[in-house]
């Protein structure tokens, strides 16, 4: 089975700095998908990024960006030039491409704290 | 504003009872998934349907059930509700399950079990 790990439960950061967020992730196939989440207080579950496994290229959105590993398993997330609006609970999650669900397998997420 | 609409937003019971929540997709989305996420489990795949037809199983209690309607609004009936039932329950939906479509998330309902 597949297992997602955010070993950071929290974390910190001044405005305007850049801050990586850590997952590690265990699976023996060769398609899937990863993805972080953003969790506000408002609680709403809103998509960072996506990066599919048979890409090379790190997947990037405006001030997020990923550096995926895939020989180490290991998906992080950048966030640069971080703004108070930032702040949340922010899930890595895991997809896979051979099991007919599509379901997403969620770590245990990391709160991330902006500091004005 | 993902589109999918879940309601109600919050619900409060009582041990022992029964409640029913509902899920709207985005309009054209066919595959309907439901998540829990709690405190001691954090979040996790119960139940995904498809146009009408329940296609995979995930953690999902035997005193939880749910399903998929004609015009593909979703249900998730919960049963003899328990303190550890306590929870924010999340509706997802894509366009088809296949590993390409995106999952958007509503905003959740949240269940406090007294």
């Known amino acids: 089975a597949q297992t997602v790990t955010q070993s950071q439960p929290e974390m910190s950061v001044q405005e305007a700095e850049t801050v990586t967020l850590s997952c590690t992730y265990d699976t023996s196939e060769s398609d899937y998908y990863l993805f972080w989440y953003k969790q506000p207080p408002s609680r709403q579950m809103i998509l960072v990024i996506r990066?599919?496994?048979?890409?090379?290229q790190n997947a990037t959105e405006n001030r997020f960006s990923v550096n995926f590993q895939k020989a180490a398993k290991s998906f992080s997330l950048k966030i640069s030039d971080s703004q108070l609006g930032d702040a949340a609970m922010y899930f890595c999650?895991?997809?896979?491409?051979?099991?007919?669900?599509?379901?997403?397998?969620f770590g245990s997420g990391t709160r991330l704290l902006v500091r004005p | 504003d993902s589109g999918v609409t879940q309601t109600p937003k919050h619900l409060i019971t009582a041990t022992g009872q029964r409640v029913t929540l509902r899920c709207s997709p985005r309009?054209?989305?066919?595959?309907v998934y439901w998540y829990q996420q709690s405190l001691d489990q954090g979040l996790q795949f119960l139940i995904q349907?498809?146009?009408?037809?329940?296609?995979a199983k995930g953690n999902i209690l035997e005193r939880f059930s749910a399903q998929q309607f004609p015009d593909l609004h979703s249900e998730l009936n919960l049963s003899s509700l328990e303190l550890g039932d306590s929870a924010l329950y999340f509706c997802?939906?894509?366009?088809?399950?296949?590993?390409?479509?995106?999952?958007?998330f509503g905003p959740g309902t949240r269940l406090t079990v007294t």
């Open positions: 990066q599919e496994a048979y890409k090379q």
């Open positions: 997802a939906s894509s366009v088809h399950p296949g590993e390409s479509y995106e999952q958007y």
């Open positions: 349907y498809y146009n009408g037809e329940e296609r």
């Open positions: 309009s054209g989305d066919l595959s």
């Open positions: 999650a895991y997809r896979s491409g051979e099991d007919s669900s599509y379901k997403l397998i």
